[in-house]
């Protein structure tokens, strides 16, 4: 009987921490976890060969790779580049037509350039852009989490998102969605496990139903 455990890698949305996964416990006899974090892109540099080099800090062959937000789609570009167990996408889109249709807009219109992202030491604005949530009452909070506030790298993320084109969704791909997503509206969303009142940042609040419902997701 093979007893090796499963290698699991957590990769948090734009401009958040790895803390954003605090509440996720997976049993340790079954399950290695480990947790990816962005760095700032290099100037010019493409989502692929970004995905490139964040594969380099992955050591375990055929991981399953847990992606939120925008991290999601960092992961599908990342299960191009290496073989994966599993990809799982959270709070996040598995193609361009699942964009909703502001950010199409953003694409076509470039409106996005005029975005106030020099703004980013303001964490209420961050957390707008990155969770979809006024965050007035529990600023403190997501101070924890937002802990990028880097112009060029809130730029590029920006920038790869409404331009992000995929073709090919990976064959192992699972997508979980909140009923309340305010960034990627379920309306927009094909194809996905619903969480009944999830929002955007249901990484953080519904952390419970992750914790039951993974360990399934991950060994079906």
């Not at 980013?120 to 604005?125: G, K, S, T």
Request: glycine residues 4%; aromatic residues 10%.
């Amino acid at each position: 009987m093979n007893h090796e455990k499963i290698a699991v890698y957590l990769m948090p949305g734009m401009a958040a921490n790895p803390s954003i996964f605090d509440g996720i416990q997976l049993d340790p006899s079954i399950f290695d976890v480990y947790r990816l974090e962005w760095f700032v892109p290099l100037k010019g540099m493409s989502m692929q060969t970004y995905a490139q080099q964040m594969c380099s800090f992955v050591k375990h062959p055929e991981p399953v790779l847990i992606g939120v937000s925008f991290g999601g789609l960092l992961v599908q570009e990342m299960a191009r580049l290496i073989p994966t167990k599993q990809v799982i996408i959270v709070s996040s889109i598995k193609s361009h037509k699942e964009l909703p249709k502001r950010m199409l807009f953003a694409k076509y219109t470039k409106v996005h350039k005029l975005l106030p992202t020099g703004l980013i030491n303001n964490v209420e604005l961050l957390a707008k852009y990155a969770f979809g949530e006024t965050v007035t009452k529990r600023l403190a909070l997501y101070e924890k989490y937002l802990s990028i506030r880097d112009k060029y790298y809130i730029d590029w993320c920006i920038e790869q998102l409404v331009n992000w084109k995929q073709q090919n969704i990976p064959k192992n791909l699972v997508h979980i969605q909140g009923e309340r997503d305010a960034v990627f509206p379920l309306v927009n969303i094909q194809n996905c496990t619903v969480v009944k009142g999830g929002t955007h940042t249901m990484i953080i609040h519904r952390a419970r139903w992750f914790n039951e419902n993974l360990p399934t997701i991950i060994l079906q």
